[in-house]
């Protein structure tokens, strides 16, 4: 139990360009769920988290307006790169807590790169 | 402000060998403090929680508050075990919050 999925698993779009990507809890309902990033050899760094019904918390130093979090139902929540551009082309990771393994369950993650 | 430091970017054992990750924090608090584990091309999972005290696949973790680590441990790796680990805190404050070392990766040879 306790998965989540995310999709796409990697996307290459152009510079200018918007995109989204999904995360969903399958087997259990997220009233949070949380979206990471990830550089080549680095840690993951918490971006937001995402509240359902209610707005998103973000990080000191995440843009709000560049990475658009919406959390519209208990089994969903997506994450959008607005205006992408090729510094911002990295792993993304979405997570939700489990409560009962005190855990958190991960995506498989979203390679983005963008040209 | 809270940080979480594995000093260990590789660790390469021989199989049969112990082996120990090491992982320190900073917090004033009392974290809530996890391994996680990433096997290649697999997604991140929990290995273990420091309140549960459980061992999982042969690894315990200790929490010292006097030394303010967490360090990983197991008496005989496994090719197996190979992977990248994470060491995570969650502070009291905000339960729903994570943390994460730099990870460290494991190399078990045969």
């Known amino acids: 139990g306790a998965v989540v999925s995310q999709h796409p698993s990697w996307v290459i779009c152009k510079s200018g360009t918007s995109v989204k990507i999904e995360c969903r809890s399958l087997d259990f309902q997220a009233t949070t769920m949380f979206w990471y990033r990830q550089f080549p050899k680095q840690s993951l760094m918490l971006m937001a988290t995402?509240?359902?019904?209610?707005?998103?918390?973000?990080e000191q130093g995440v843009e709000k307006d560049k990475f658009l979090i919406n959390h519209a139902s208990l089994t969903l929540s997506t994450l959008t790169v607005t205006s992408a551009h090729p510094e911002d082309s990295s792993f993304y990771i979405c997570?939700?807590?489990?409560?009962?393994?005190?855990?958190?369950?991960f995506g498989s993650g979203t390679r983005l790169t963008v040209v | 402000a809270q940080r979480v430091t594995q000093p260990e970017k590789l660790l390469s054992v021989f199989k049969g060998a112990p082996v120990e990750l090491k992982c320190n924090y900073s917090y004033s608090g009392s974290p809530e403090l996890f391994w996680y584990v990433q096997y290649s091309r697999q997604r991140l999972q929990l290995l273990l929680r420091h309140i549960s005290r459980e061992s999982i696949k042969g690894f315990t973790a200790d929490l010292n508050k006097g030394e303010t680590s967490f360090h990983l441990k197991k008496p005989f790796a496994q090719e197996e075990d190979s992977a990248m680990y994470y060491c995570a805190l969650s502070p009291s404050y905000n339960t729903d919050k994570l943390i994460f070392g730099t990870g460290t990766r494991l190399q078990v040879f045969p």
């Open positions: 997570s939700a807590r489990y409560l009962q393994n005190y855990g958190y369950t």
């Open positions: 995402s509240n359902e019904g209610s707005k998103a918390t973000y």
